[in-house]
């Protein structure tokens, strides 16, 4: 269990008497099982083609309602699309929202028996194990099931991963010229005081795990002096991508983006060996009672499809027989990805609540409260 700094001890206490190792160690989870295994596990995978899932679905009522975790209504406007022009007589309602609130209302769908979604596609990773204790998950391997490396998914196929999904820091090359930075270290850099966007740790809680493993490797000392940037803090993991982007900003802390080197892209989505960023695999999974399960089983088996997953758009894929472009390796390769520790991050939720309270102290409350100055604290001295 991880302890916190008290607010007047906040800025004088070291990475080690703050953090504890626990809450964001590694552990060991092999990349794929035995033989034996996979062929058991093969045997239960869907058989039936997509057309074939297509045309049941279709008799089943062809409609299908998704709620899909995301920052902003438009998120998943590809993804419909796509699923459109490949099944054109779904009639597919897809809803964007943030992971916790989607929870929430399935949560409340489940107590007033008013269950909305068929599939849900989500970062709140710790409801999806909360939910198949409770049986409200269909257990279900789609096709393709046991390529998938096996921390992306439930061994009874209860949920399954379908995005494998990286979160850093990233630049805008002509904003930076050729002094870019390397790596987080490099953030805290004055000369880009007043030049940095990033999403509220305090708000999402992948965004949480990254700053809370800056926060182990680099001590608080470091946090201090980000917030003495005058980091422009926004709500969504969207919002520094977006700055960056638009030129508004140099540098987006907390954002989505690829590693598949470009010389053509106005940005660089920054991963340095030897400093952490986080990954991890969105997790999706059918409801049990859900109305549509011939058509949530289309879904599945569309998005875990090795024509979609090669056209992610990081270039990851949460197959293990999919090679990443040049230039990358597999998502769990990456060390520094802590692809393991996200989930038990998740499953602590006292932990993840007192990391958002020490980082709403450095860095102001979400509805733009108090900065961390006006609290008694003092970042940079």
Known sequence: MPTFPSRRRVLTVGAGAALGAG???ASAV????SPAASRRSARSEESRTLDELYRAALAEGGKLVVYAGGDTPTQQDGTKAAFKARFPDMDLTLIVDY?????????????TDTLVPDVVQLQTLQDFVRWNQQGRLLHYKPAGFSH???????PQGAWVATGAIAFSFLYGTAAVGSDAPRNPLDLVDPKWKGRIASAYPHDDDAVLYLYALYAQQYGWDWVAKLAAQDVRFARGSNSPGDAVFAGQKAIGI??????????SSPAKFVIADG?????????????????NS?????????????????????GWSVRTDITP??????????????????????ADRAAVERWKQTFALYFGEVRGDPTPGSLGLHPGA
């Open 23 to 25: 809450a964001l160690g």
């Open 30 to 33: 092999p990349a794929s099982a």
């Open 99 to 111: 992971s916790k609130y989607h929870d929430v209302r399935v949560d409340n769908q489940f107590a």
């Open 148 to 154: 998938v490396y096996d921390a992306f998914k439930d």
């Open 254 to 263: 907390g954002t989505a983006g690829s590693a598949v080197p470009s010389s």
């Open 275 to 291: 400093h952490p960023f986080m990954g991890w695999g969105q997790r999706m999974a059918i409801l049990k009672r859900a109305r």
């Open 294 to 314: 011939t058509a949530a089983k289309l879904f599945l088996n569309w998005q875990l499809s090795v024509e979609s997953q090669k056209n992610s758009f990081n």
């Open 325 to 346: 472009p040049a230039g990358l390796k597999q998502l769990w390769e990456y060390p520094d990805a802590h692809v393991d520790g996200f989930p038990r991050f998740m």
